[in-house]
């Protein structure tokens, strides 16, 4: 059901073409996790095609975005102008995560954010045309949408998880009037009754590794914790909310996850949806992205597994230190940037 032109020419082999095929994937990690990244992406452009990831997504430090566990800073403008080079140059797109669905009005305003975005969309950053923003604020989309005419707006799923109504295909038709592309709640995920409704299923994408359970019943409140926290990040009452919530997430952790079973993500494919995320921001070790990254794009049948280990295994050989440089004996210390 795909409308992808790329779809016909696309090389396949007995290992991926018994799932989902002509899959598109976006993985997170970027402004975190970006030299094995890069590593690995360009592997698979390399030497597996047929998995070869098209775009990579990066929570930005700032206004627009929410506190995640910890504090970091902002990515200064040498190392991002760097990174979208690194990213263009492998032929990825790169999509900033903008995931904080309540904003401060003023906020909107942003000199910084805005230049992140405007670089976003220079040609020479953007070969591929791959490049976007995600967003969970209508407020923001609306900004966006209306500065910078051919940027491409995707939904971040905070956007459905703070709607306080009953989540229909018609609140997700009333999404596309705003946003070109709409990643699904989770939960929405597995539901066939929904997403199989839905009028415009190109446009939409599901995350894969959800780690919350289906059954958790406060992410909304958890959202609602972690925006506070942007703006009043060592307030010690919102520290301790939010380690109650996630406390809960991980208590209710033996019901099933929103992680996606190999026939869930069958469904959605067999239903017209073709984009997959593989997400990083809940993780604190880039081992945990890897794995569940080469997890889902090689998952085949039983008797091509040993080939698909194989390939796996091949592409994280290919992360190892440097022997070019000789050891300086200053790893032990650490450098501040100010």
Same mark, same amino acid.
């Given at each position: 059901?795909?409308?992808?032109?790329?779809?016909?020419?696309? @090389?396949?082999?007995?290992?991926?073409?018994?799932?989902?095929?002509?899959?598109?994937?976006?993985?997170?990690?970027?402004?975190? %996790?970006?030299?094995?990244?890069?590593?690995?992406?360009?592997?698979?452009?390399?030497?597996?095609? &047929?998995?070869?990831?098209?775009?990579?997504?990066?929570?930005?430090?700032?206004?627009?975005?929410?506190?995640?566990?910890?504090?970091?800073? &902002? *990515?200064?403008?040498?190392?991002?102008?760097?990174?979208?080079?690194?990213?263009?140059?492998?032929?990825?797109?790169?999509?900033?995560?903008?995931?904080?669905?309540?904003?401060?009005?003023?906020?909107?305003?942003?000199?910084?954010?805005?230049?992140?975005?405007?670089?976003?969309?220079?040609?020479? %950053?953007?070969?591929?045309?791959?490049?976007?923003?995600?967003?969970?604020?209508?407020?923001?989309?609306?900004?966006?949408?209306?500065?910078?005419?051919?940027?491409?707006?995707?939904?971040?799923?905070?956007?459905?998880?703070?709607?306080?109504?009953?989540?229909?295909?018609?609140?997700?038709?009333?999404?596309?009037?705003?946003?070109?592309?709409? *990643?699904?709640? @989770?939960?929405?995920?597995?539901? &066939?009754?929904?997403?199989?409704?839905?009028?415009?299923?190109?446009?939409?994408?599901?995350?894969?590794?959800?780690?919350?359970?289906?059954?958790?019943?406060?992410?909304?409140?958890?959202?609602?914790?972690?925006?506070?926290?942007?703006?009043?990040?060592?307030?010690?009452?919102?520290?301790?909310?939010?380690?109650?919530?996630?406390?809960?997430?991980?208590?209710?952790?033996?019901?099933?996850?929103?992680?996606?079973?190999?026939?869930?993500?069958?469904?959605?494919?067999?239903?017209?949806?073709?984009?997959?995320?593989?997400?990083?921001?809940?993780?604190?070790?880039?081992?945990?992205?890897? %794995?569940?990254?080469?997890?889902?794009?090689?998952?085949?049948?039983?008797?091509?597994?040993?080939?698909?280990?194989?390939?796996?295994?091949?592409?994280?050989?290919?992360?190892?230190?440097?022997?070019?440089?000789? @050891?300086?004996?200053?790893?032990?210390?650490?450098?501040?940037?100010?």
């Amino acid at each position: 059901m795909s409308n992808d032109a790329t779809d016909a020419v696309r @090389p396949l082999d007995e290992t991926t073409r018994g799932h989902m095929p002509q899959a598109r994937w976006m993985v997170g990690g970027a402004f975190r %996790y970006d030299r094995n990244l890069l590593v690995l992406l360009q592997f698979l452009k390399t030497y597996y095609p &047929p998995r070869a990831v098209g775009r990579v997504a990066g929570v930005v430090q700032g206004a627009w975005s929410l506190v995640h566990r910890e504090v970091l800073p &902002p *990515v200064p403008e040498v190392y991002y102008r760097a990174l979208l080079e690194a990213y263009a140059r492998v032929q990825v797109g790169v999509v900033l995560v903008f995931d904080n669905p309540t904003l401060p009005a003023d906020s909107l305003r942003d000199e910084g954010l805005h230049r992140m975005v405007q670089q976003l969309l220079l040609a020479e %950053y953007n070969p591929t045309g791959a490049n976007a923003v995600c967003v969970a604020s209508d407020a923001l989309a609306a900004t966006l949408r209306e500065k910078y005419p051919r940027l491409t707006l995707m939904c971040h799923p905070h956007r459905a998880i703070v709607e306080p109504g009953r989540r229909s295909p018609e609140f997700y038709e009333k999404l596309e009037e705003l946003y070109h592309r709409v *990643v699904l709640h @989770p939960r929405d995920a597995v539901v &066939p009754e929904l997403f199989g409704k839905l009028q415009h299923v190109e446009r939409y994408e599901a995350v894969v590794n959800d780690p919350l359970p289906r059954n958790y019943a406060s992410r909304r409140e958890l959202l609602g914790v972690m925006a506070a926290l942007r703006l009043r990040p060592w307030d010690a009452a919102l520290l301790r909310a939010q380690e109650r919530l996630l406390s809960l997430a991980e208590a209710g952790k033996p019901a099933p996850a929103c992680c996606l079973t190999q026939r869930e993500e069958a469904a959605l494919y067999e239903a017209g949806i073709r984009s997959f995320v593989v997400q990083s921001v809940a993780y604190r070790n880039e081992l945990t992205l890897y %794995y569940d990254l080469l997890s889902h794009l090689f998952r085949t049948q039983p008797e091509l597994s040993n080939r698909a280990a194989l390939i796996m295994g091949a592409a994280m050989a290919h992360i190892r230190e440097s022997a070019v440089s000789l @050891p300086s004996g200053l790893s032990f210390f650490s450098t501040v940037d100010f």
